[in-house]
């Protein structure tokens, strides 16, 4: 499988997002990205939220904001937890840092058979994040064109 690489995420305005945020605005896209404008293949009528040409950048303000605020209100509330899967020590190689587990947060909140809970932790470790991110809740995502040609638009999340 190719790896995927969020648009624009090298921008300045990203990179200065807390890690977490990064982390769960990555998987955010990489979920809900399906089809392309381009290639005519990108129907949101079919289960596909966002085009693969969207970029983190036509996230609404107002949306993103709030997920700011609300991941970063959900890793302060667990810090402790978050503390105890940075230090753990695992059977991958991967390093687990804010930005994975913004990720797991996006997984495990919205159901999609990844996250916390698979990520080599003790069970209780594995279980006490699954159990926090759940109780974070579902996002919605969806795309609204803002041209005739349908090809720019903006990303709303709820």
Known sequence: MPEFILNDKDTREFTQLPEIVQGFIEAMFFTECEGSIADDTFDPENGSQ???EASWLEIHPDSL???VE???AWRD???A???QAYEAERKDVFLYDEIRA????WYTSNGHGVGFWDRGFT???????TAAAKEFGE???FWETTDEDECTGIVYVD
């Open 102 to 105: 913004g990720n797991d947060l």
């Open 81 to 83: 937890l978050l503390e």
């Open 139 to 141: 996002s919605c995502v």
């Open 77 to 79: 509330e667990h810090a």
């Open 70 to 72: 609300t991941v970063t």
């Open 65 to 67: 904001k709030r997920i």
């Open 123 to 129: 069970d209780e470790l594995g279980k006490a994040l």
């Open 50 to 52: 966002l085009p693969d």
